[in-house]
């Protein structure tokens, strides 16, 4: 009865274990959206918005620290599940960082000028697409511990890392045939690096959902 009992609560608590790290990935997509909808049109209002948003995502990040450290001092897992409770302690850390980086290019949405200028602002929303599309398709990868799914997002980065180079060299090439412009390029250049970390962090989210699934770190496999 009281292994039943242990289960069972180890269970429940896995179960809520999994459903904070998901509402703090989606709070971090509707970000990356939202940022860069505010950056698109200017809208301080919507900047602030995700702004003060990011602060639910930080008190998630903390509730699932003080879970974990429950998990491991009361349930005390092994092997499969010591491995889950471990990478979700990882990638709450890292969808903070997600987080972050869409409040800072929330941030920067107020320092561009003349918008109709920069031909980037045409290709930044549909690299974030991508980069939004990875965390969102690597936390369900998370939900159904798919190591397969994990794969594939890590495959979709190098897309985020073209586009990164395609509007780094557009911008570049912008500043130097428009001086008058390079404030606003260089803040378009930040929103860029910070769209390619999105991207890394998803990756490295990726890393740990496969660990967490099969045991093996990728680097680790003979066929990496």
Sequence with gaps: MVAEHTVKAFDEDITRLRGLIG??????????????D????????????VIAR????????????????????????????????????KIAGMVERVGDYAKN???????????AQFEPLTL?????????????????AYAARDAQAAMAVIECDAKVDAFYDSVFRNLVSHM???????????????????LE???DHATNIAEMVYFAATGEYLGDRKDA
């Design 23 to 36: 509402e703090m990935g989606g709070l971090a997509e509707v970000a990356i959206g939202e940022a860069m």
């Design 38 to 49: 505010a950056l698109v049109k200017g809208s301080d209002a919507l900047a602030q918005a």
């Design 54 to 89: 990011d602060k639910r995502i930080d008190a998630l990040e903390q509730d699932i620290d003080q879970l974990t450290v429950r998990i491991i001092a009361l349930r005390a897992p092994m092997a499969d599940d010591l491995r889950e409770v471990i990478a979700s302690l």
């Design 105 to 115: 290019i929330a941030k920067r949405s107020g320092g561009i000028k003349e918008r």
């Design 124 to 140: 930044l929303p549909a690299m974030a697409e991508i980069a939004s599309g990875m965390i969102h398709d690597v936390l369900t």
């Design 176 to 194: 130097m045939e428009n001086p008058s412009t390079i404030s606003s390029a260089a803040e378009l250049l930040f929103v860029a690096r910070s």
């Design 197 to 199: 970390r999105i991207g």
